[in-house]
C-alpha cells in the first residue's frame, strides 16, 4: 500500500474547489504541512481504490493545531442484491399544469462490502414523458446522471446510509 495515492479537496468560501495529492507512506499515512487554516476553506480527504471511493466529513483545520483523519477501506464488489432503497419522502406540486415530483430516497448497504456500480450505473426508470431531472450535487460519491429513460445511479456506496434526492 505504500504509495497509495490520497486526494485532498480544498472547497474555498467564495465557492472556488481545487484538488491536492499525496502519497501515503510504509505505514499508510499521508502528511501535508503548510495548508491555510481558518474559516476561508474546508478540506475533505478521499482515497479511490478499485473504482470505489473513500472520503472523509469536510473540516476546517485550526490555526494552532492540525487535523487527524482516518478511512476505513472495505472490500469492493459490483453485487447489489444487499441494498436496499427505501422512498423516504414523495412531494407533488402543481405548476403551469404540470405535476412536479420530487422524491428522497435512502439507500441502504447492508452488506460489508462498498458496491461499485461500474460504468453503466444502477438505472431507475421515470415514468414515460419526464419533461426534466434534476438532483442535488451531494458531498459523497453517489452521483445521478439523467438519460432518454430515467436515470443512472453511480460512483460507490460503503457499507451504511445515504439519503439521494431528485426532482
Given at each position: 500500500?505504500?504509495?497509495?495515492?490520497?486526494?485532498?479537496?480544498v472547497m474555498k468560501q467564495g465557492g472556488g474547489r481545487e484538488s491536492l495529492t499525496g502519497e501515503t507512506n510504509i505505514q499508510v499515512q499521508l502528511l501535508m504541512s503548510d495548508l491555510p487554516?481558518?474559516?476561508?476553506?474546508?478540506?475533505?480527504?478521499?482515497?479511490?481504490y478499485e473504482g470505489a471511493t473513500y472520503a472523509s466529513n469536510p473540516y476546517r483545520l485550526e490555526p494552532d493545531r492540525g487535523h487527524q483523519v482516518f478511512l476505513r477501506q472495505a472490500p469492493v464488489?459490483?453485487?447489489?442484491?444487499r441494498l436496499l432503497q427505501r422512498i423516504g419522502q414523495t412531494m407533488l406540486e402543481y405548476r403551469n399544469e404540470r405535476i412536479h415530483v420530487t422524491q428522497q430516497a435512502?439507500?441502504?448497504?447492508?452488506?460489508?462490502e462498498t458496491v461499485v456500480f461500474g460504468d453503466d450505473g444502477l438505472h431507475i426508470d421515470l415514468p414515460r414523458g419526464f419533461t426534466a431531472f434534476q438532483t442535488q450535487q451531494t458531498m459523497t460519491d453517489q452521483r445521478l446522471i439523467a438519460d432518454d429513460t430515467g436515470?443512472?445511479?453511480?460512483?460507490?456506496?460503503?457499507?451504511?446510509?445515504?439519503?439521494?434526492?431528485w426532482a
Open positions: 500500500m505504500e504509495g497509495e495515492a490520497i486526494g485532498v479537496g487554516s481558518g474559516s476561508g476553506q474546508a478540506y475533505r480527504v478521499t482515497l479511490s464488489t459490483r453485487d447489489t442484491s435512502q439507500i441502504d448497504n447492508l452488506g460489508e436515470f443512472a445511479l453511480k460512483g460507490s456506496l460503503p457499507p451504511g446510509r445515504v439519503a439521494l434526492t
